[in-house]
């Protein structure tokens, strides 16, 4: 049968839309982590025992299985892993201006050692593996302690700002 | 790792209901489907069943509640030993797997596991549940669609190997025209290369005819502890290897370019199994294609094909039939994956195990490949980049 | 390792959201059977040939034979009060002003129930064993829904 049936009544069916609410812990670790960006920089937890520097930052190291050593501030400039152009909404629905998201290797954190977030101030063509980026912040006064306190990453001119 | 196993398990019986974008039926009456079917092929009725195993992801796309628990009856369960188990998109394979513990342990002799998914329920699409698999603080907030990460890893995959979308578009091609004898099949179609690249941009690198769509459907086998097998039927089919891996949830923590949790799923299904060559020694592969590069990047996670590899030679749609064609040097999803036949979450993964069955068997009718198959691969993938589940079968 | 009792999800940093899905079912196959019944004002059931039982609501596989089902049979709308409860209280927690009786009701003939209410009857009158028959909604009224029976009440 088809969207139609349902919509014009040809197919019985029932409706309903269960509330679903959510106040999810933060955790300490997303906890101290969504505080520094309220204040405009970003925090990785370091595991001695592998050496990495683990951003988003965690309690525990995955890998070793042990409560991770100590908090480390890891720059707001990176190397772009991997990109995308995405035309569609978290519900599927077609955007007219697309969004350019990529998994941003943070300089300061461990090789590999990225996070998710949206390119701005470049255009889909330009934007490649191994872009230079830099964080664009909102003001200090509109920050909610989110994700959403960087705006998005924009192009390092001449590639600069790294280690 | 374990070497012993107690008991040979093998599949018995098949089933499967069409696979469909929107379904009148219940979730429970596919399922009845499918195993009645199953049972019926099996030559066995519910009363035979020693216990159920039921693979059903998240109760968010069906809509309801313990949604295993729910499903229980029309998937036999009714006052049986009855397990749900959920490992994302890697369900479909998963549950067997689980039903093969049940056999192998010398608990049971004979065990149904289902695999059902509705996702038709979620209005006026999925989407929105799916979104739910993303961390609340870090990534919804950004807008997240779950085409998000398939399209990172697939930019990933073409960036560090040099695979080209025309390449990574025969795949879609085939599947979709193999899955034309597909009798359950949702989105046969014969297609070319060009259509793939011209259609509608989802998020780039990823395109409309890229993708599986949502489904509803069904699929179970039956499967018996050797003593019985030997007697229901001349043609058990045997698992000879069950792996599953996986991997962590931050997923941008890791290089998505190749899937390891499938190799040690793999490793550990083929150790089982004895199988030293992959590509020399397995005659037909059903690994996971939610998205056209899936196959290309899981094939080689099972290593059928070296890191990069899969598409080497594969420039045009008459490759990639002469590599992995039906007629091919090593046929990979025969069926029409879900690229043709459609991706009912959990149902997918048991269409793929279901057809390893038929194909050894020499009953898969026009999508029978013709190199005397005696092993057989079925692979599934979930979750956030994370899931692996391989069985590997022989007769 | 913060090992506190919090007794509110405000007292810790929090993260508030929803999880957003609209849902639309369909009946299946048997559930199009049982509605579209009810919208005549008749409670359908389906027997099973193996072993003989009608299954109210009706399911198109015995449960317990895993025969196909597809005799449908009309059932009487009496029956008898297999089980009951008196709420008090609302879905959503708060206090109801009135107190409803809702009732696992068997209608003569059949294996298994309908959950509905009881009506025409005071909270402490309810019993096990009781004998009703369904209220039906105006026929113009009903949808083919639970609803379109409004309450079961007791007969003599």
């Known amino acids: 049968m088809s969207r139609k049936d349902i919509e014009e009544g040809r197919v019985p069916t029932f409706k309903d839309k269960p509330e679903a609410r959510y106040a999810w812990a933060a955790g300490v670790a997303m906890g101290r982590f969504l505080a520094e960006l309220k204040e405009g920089r970003i925090i990785g937890r370091r595991c001695r025992a592998c050496g990495r520097v683990l951003v988003p930052p965690r309690m525990f190291c995955e890998w070793c299985f042990r409560p991770t050593d100590e908090w480390v501030y890891v720059r707001d400039t990176g190397t772009v892993l991997t990109y995308s152009i995405s035309y569609l909404g978290p519900a599927a629905e077609r955007l007219k201006e697309p969004v350019i998201i990529a998994v941003i290797e943070l300089d300061g954190a461990s090789p590999g050692i990225g996070i998710l977030h949206k390119l701005g101030e470049v255009k889909p063509e330009a934007v490649h593996v191994g872009m230079r980026v830099k964080a664009v912040w909102k003001p200090p006064e509109e920050r909610e302690g989110a994700i959403t306190d960087i705006l998005y990453f924009k192009p390092l001119e001449g590639g600069g700002g790294g280690e | 790792m374990m070497s012993s196993v107690k008991r040979r398990v093998a599949v018995v019986g098949a089933g499967i209901t069409l696979f469909r974008r929107r379904l009148k039926e219940t979730g429970r009456e596919l399922s009845f489907y499918a195993a009645k079917m199953a049972l019926d092929t099996a030559g066995i009725t519910l009363r035979d069943v020693d216990a159920v195993v039921c693979g059903t992801a998240p109760d968010a796309f069906d809509g309801v509640h313990m949604k295993g628990e729910y499903l229980l009856d029309g998937m036999g369960g009714h006052r049986k030993p009855f397990v749900r188990v959920y490992v994302g998109g890697g369900t479909g394979v998963f549950t067997p797997i689980a039903a093969w513990w049940h056999v192998a342990s010398g608990h049971f002799d004979i065990v149904l596991a289902v695999a059902e998914e509705k996702m038709s329920s979620c209005y006026p699409h999925p989407q929105k549940a799916f979104t739910t698999i993303f961390d609340p603080m870090l990534t919804r907030p950004l807008g997240a669609n779950l085409v998000w990460i398939f399209a990172l890893e697939m930019q990933r995959y073409m960036h560090v190997h040099g695979v080209k979308k025309e390449q990574i578009a025969t795949i879609a091609v085939k599947n979709k025209r193999n899955a034309l004898d597909h009798p359950c099949a949702q989105l046969a179609a014969k297609i070319t290369v060009q259509d793939v690249l011209n259609s509608e941009v989802m998020v780039w690198p990823v395109q409309r005819l890229d993708i599986s769509p949502p489904s509803d459907g069904a699929a179970a086998v039956v499967l018996a502890a050797e003593h019985v097998a030997k007697r229901l039927t001349d043609d058990p089919v045997w698992i000879e290897g069950v792996g599953w891996c996986l991997d962590s949830t931050y997923w941008t923590n890791r290089d998505l370019y190749y899937p390891k949790y499938v190799e040690y799923a793999a490793r550990m299904a083929y150790k089982m199994a004895g199988i030293k060559n992959p590509p020399k020694e397995i005659d037909v592969a059903e690994p996971y294609d939610p998205f056209d590069y899936k196959e290309a990047h899981h094939a080689e996670g099972l290593m059928l094909a070296r890191k990069g590899e899969y598409l080497k030679d594969v420039k045009d749609e008459s490759d990639i039939f002469a590599r992995y064609g039906r007629d091919g040097d090593l046929p990979i999803c025969p069926s029409g994956g879900l690229l043709g036949v459609g991706n009912p979450i959990a149902a997918a993964g048991m269409m793929k195990v279901c057809e390893i069955f038929w194909q050894l068997r020499k009953e898969a009718g026009k999508r029978q490949v013709k190199n005397d198959p005696r092993t057989g691969v079925a692979q599934a993938w979930g979750d956030l980049m994370q899931v692996g589940t391989v069985v590997v079968m022989r007769v | ?156």
């Open chain 3, 1 to 156: 390792m913060s090992v506190e009792r919090v007794r509110l999800p405000h007292e810790v940093r929090h993260w508030l959201g929803d999880m957003e899905a609209d849902y639309v079912y369909t009946l299946g196959i048997a559930g199009e059977k049982f509605y579209a019944g009810l919208k005549e004002g008749k409670i359908i059931g389906a027997r099973c040939p193996s072993c003989g039982a009608v299954w109210v609501p009706p399911s198109i596989y015995c449960p317990e034979c895993f025969e196909e089902l597809t005799e449908w049979v009309e059932l009487p709308d009496e029956g008898t009060v297999y089980t009951f409860t008196v709420a008090h209280v609302g879905p959503d927690g708060r206090p109801l002003e009135e107190p409803v009786v809702y009732a696992l009701i068997v209608p003569d003939g059949a294996s298994g129930g309908i959950l509905h209410k009881l009506g025409e009857v005071k909270p402490g009158e309810a019993y096990i064993g009781m004998r009703v028959k369904a209220v039906w909604e105006d026929p113009d009224k009903r949808k083919g829904a639970i609803t379109d029976i409004r309450y079961f009440r007791p007969i003599e």
